[in-house]
């Protein structure tokens, strides 16, 4: 699975998403250590707060499946589509922390980064 192909299956997640609110569609590739992948995409709630990141729900959608070793996650979000740099969120750097190494890959549209690149500093207990 190359950086590619992961983003390809970030962009597909990317249909799935559930955005009525803000119109702004996302998806996650997440992939694990063995080479399985796992997707998600965002999923929004008439109470705002309550509305779930791409990134997340596909690393609550691996870890709920045993998976807690990860190399990589492709990320894919636009209005329109996919074309443009979707960062992570804040909240989404923390949860990646949490099971993820700092050399943890983030493939964006143009560009790959390191999480300690993302998220240099981060809070651990
Ligand atoms: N969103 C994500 O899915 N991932 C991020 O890292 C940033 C934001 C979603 C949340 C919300 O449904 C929409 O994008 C607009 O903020």
Redo the contacts with the bound molecule.
Sequence with gaps: MNEKELFELAAKARLSAY?PY?G?L?GAALLTADGRVFTGC?I?NASYSL?C???RTAIFNAVSEGEKEFSAIAIA?GKENADSVCY??GA?RQVMTEFCGGDFKVILADRTLTLSELMPYAFKL
Aim: contains cysteine.
């Design positions: 955005a803000s702004f996302v965002n929004e509305c990141c791409a990134e979000g992570p969120c989404c």
